[in-house]
């Protein structure tokens, strides 16, 4: 067996994964059981992780549900993603203090980047990765804060084969089979031949770990359970985009009667900026000491529904729920190829199910595309 074979490995073996990651001085995140739902967060061995849990969604709603298989992954994706370990919520840019002669130092917060391993990252989320990589160190103005943390992470993804109802990564093109991107990728079977894991290595050092690994050289019967059960998958998807060119489909639906049907229940809370895994909106706040010898700059999320999100010396620019509503849809799925060449959606489903209203984005893009069509009917007609 080579170093680049495909190996089969079974729960001691993801056991072992995770503690090889640890000797080689990664801090490991994975998805575990906490507060009543599978949230990432540091793990020290495979009893962390979720096994035999999954999940119960719809628009506004997530419930934990018990499994009988034993499974590890077969949840979709939870509340956090993983940008919140890439670019997290609240970061000090730089501290300054002056001096006995009054003279003021700045200095840039040099606090140690964590060399991270993330284990069980979906394709939407490797997706969503890949996309904000783009963002935020792919073009003219690069974030050297995110540029230093993504190049310290080890990422071992997960194909999905158990969707969630309100996936709809089919419809982006983001799973549920792994693209690129990844150090490992895992395969979970489960069938009458055991509960095993069929992994793959996609970079030198996967490679490298992957022959630590515990296993065996793949057989032809796990590689062939393991694409039917994505291909499976792919069939049974929660939700679906309209098929038709989304970016025009925005364009062409700027002044549509939905967006007030939607604003109407909109509260404008920012819940589906805070959980997308791909919204990069960032604000700053500077802070200092009741002596003020010390201040601080710290930069932290920001959302585009917050009404002070685009606030002039005249007042804001998008006042109204309809406008700030409109924004993000039509940035997530139109503008965003206009500034980066893809979709600004990778189909994870969050934004439905942490809406606490319910508003779910792909009903309203067939609700906009069916606006679009009658309005051409009436226009032959």
């Not at 630590?212 to 994505?230: I, K, N």
């Not at 965003?336 to 893809?342: A, E, M, N």
Request: charged letters at 25%; hydrophobic letters at 35%; proline letters at 5%.
């Amino acid at each position: 067996m080579t170093q680049c074979d495909d190996v089969v490995i079974d729960k001691d073996g993801l056991d072992a994964l995770i503690t090889i990651l640890a000797r080689r001085g990664r801090t490991v995140i994975g998805p575990t059981v906490r507060d009543g739902a599978i949230t990432l967060a540091e793990i020290s061995g495979g009893t962390d992780l979720p096994y035999g849990w999954g999940v119960d969604l719809e628009a506004g709603r997530y419930r934990l549900v018990p499994r009988e298989d034993g499974a590890a992954f077969a949840h979709s994706a939870g509340p956090q993603s993983w940008k919140t370990f890439l670019h997290p919520p609240r970061v000090r840019e730089w501290s300054a203090d002056r001096t006995a002669d009054g003279t003021v130092v700045v200095t840039p917060d040099d606090t140690p980047v964590p060399a991270y391993a993330f284990l069980g990252v979906r394709p939407c989320d490797l997706r969503a990765i890949a996309v904000q990589d783009r963002v935020l160190s792919g073009g003219r103005y690069s974030d050297s804060a995110y540029r230093r943390r993504r190049d310290r992470v080890f990422l071992v993804a997960v194909e999905c084969t158990e969707p969630g109802a309100t996936c709809f990564c089919v419809s982006m093109e983001s799973g549920p089979a792994v693209g690129q991107g990844y150090d490992l990728a895992l395969t979970e079977v489960l069938d009458a031949d055991g509960h095993r894991f069929l992994v793959r290595a996609a970079s030198g050092e996967g490679a490298a770990v992957l022959a630590e690994l515990p296993g065996r050289a793949a057989d032809p019967a796990t590689r062939s359970a393991a694409r039917e059960r994505v291909a499976e998958a792919a069939d049974r998807m929660g939700r679906t985009m309209p098929l038709v060119d989304l970016r025009t489909l925005m364009r062409e639906t700027l002044d549509a009667e939905r967006w007030d049907d939607v604003t109407a229940r909109c509260l404008t809370c920012g819940n589906c900026t805070m959980v997308c895994p791909t919204c990069f909106c960032t604000t700053v706040e500077d802070v200092t000491d009741l002596t003020g010898d010390h201040a601080e700059r710290w930069r932290h999320w920001e959302s585009c529904f917050d009404r002070d999100f685009t606030h002039l010396s005249t007042g804001p620019v998008r006042d109204s729920a309809r406008s700030r509503y409109r924004q993000w849809a039509t940035h997530k799925l139109g503008t965003w190829h206009d500034q980066f060449d893809s979709s600004g959606c990778v189909g994870c489903g969050r934004c439905i199910v942490w809406c606490p209203t319910g508003i779910d984005i792909t009903e309203e893009a067939h609700a906009l595309h069916r606006e679009r069509e009658q309005g051409r009917g009436r226009e032959v007609g």
